[in-house]
T-cell receptor, first 115, second 115 residues
Framework: GAGVSQTPSNKVTEKGKYVELRCDPI?????LYWYRQSLGQGPEFLIY????????DSGLPNDRFFAVRPEGSVSTLKIQRTERGDSAVYLC?????????????FGEGSRLTVL | GDSVTQMEGPVTLSEEAFLTINCTYT??????LFWYVQYPGEGLQLLLK?????DKGSNKGFEATYRKETTSFHLEKGSVQVSDSAVYFC??????????????FGKGTLLTVNP
């Protein structure tokens, strides 16, 4: 597609539920990133994929968070047993640079609200 | 680790006023510095960047100069327009406290320009 697409744009769920957030990067971009933006804060790094593999998942806050990119294109961020503190905007970005140092193109984000 | 501190908002200006948004950083190495902008209802976009000391990034009338001696990267524009209303984020990458692909963001500054 023309840009990075994220779905859903808004997700409201109850505490303890499972959530999946999807990111469709710009076609041909090998690098994909997830960031989390809490209210009043700047985006914080979660995970970086180069191709199908997670090159760096050091930003995932705990083992309830997991992300996959099985075919090196679309990525899914999965959150188990959601907590109210998980409420945030989850941003996805992609880049054509194989070293991960090129310009990042961000999606509009998925706003997650955990009640 | 790396960190970015930027001027807290919100900032409200009249059209054609001069804009400065301050940004300072802490990094152990020699980071690249960025300003991102988020217009209402849109994803983060790269506004400008500078990769080494004394470089000046510029775009759309905005400028910022990489000042290593003061660890600063202040954003300026001589005459703002209503269409500049957005949230502005200062960010760094490759500062030594993180990786070359991981962006560290400030908290963002909301700018509102009134006609």
């Amino acid at each position: 597609g023309a840009g990075v697409s994220q779905t859903p744009s808004n997700k409201v769920t109850e505490k303890g539920k499972y959530v999946e957030l999807r990111c469709d990067p710009i076609s041909g971009h090998t690098a994909l990133y997830w960031y989390r933006q809490s209210l009043g804060q700047g985006p914080e790094f979660l995970i970086y994929f180069q191709g199908t593999g997670a090159a760096d998942d050091s930003g995932l806050p705990n083992d309830r968070f997991f992300a996959v990119r099985p075919e090196g294109s679309v990525s899914t961020l999965k959150i188990q047993r959601t907590e109210r503190g998980d409420s945030a905007v989850y941003l996805c970005a992609s880049s054509s640079d194989s070293r991960g140092t090129g310009e990042l193109f961000f999606g509009e984000g998925s706003r997650l609200t955990v009640l | 680790g790396d960190s970015v501190t930027q001027m807290e908002g919100p900032v409200t200006l009249s059209e054609e006023a001069f804009l400065t948004i301050n940004c300072t950083y802490t990094a152990t190495g020699y980071p690249s510095l960025f300003w991102y902008v988020q217009y209402p209802g849109e994803g983060l976009q790269l506004l400008l960047k500078a990769t080494k000391a004394d470089d000046k990034g510029s775009n759309k009338g905005f400028e910022a100069t990489y000042r290593k001696e003061t660890t600063s990267f202040h954003l300026e524009k001589g005459s703002v327009q209503v269409s500049d209303s957005a949230v502005y984020f200062c960010a760094l990458r490759g500062g030594g406290g993180g990786s070359n692909y991981k962006l560290t963001f400030g908290k963002g500054t909301l700018l509102t320009v009134n006609p």
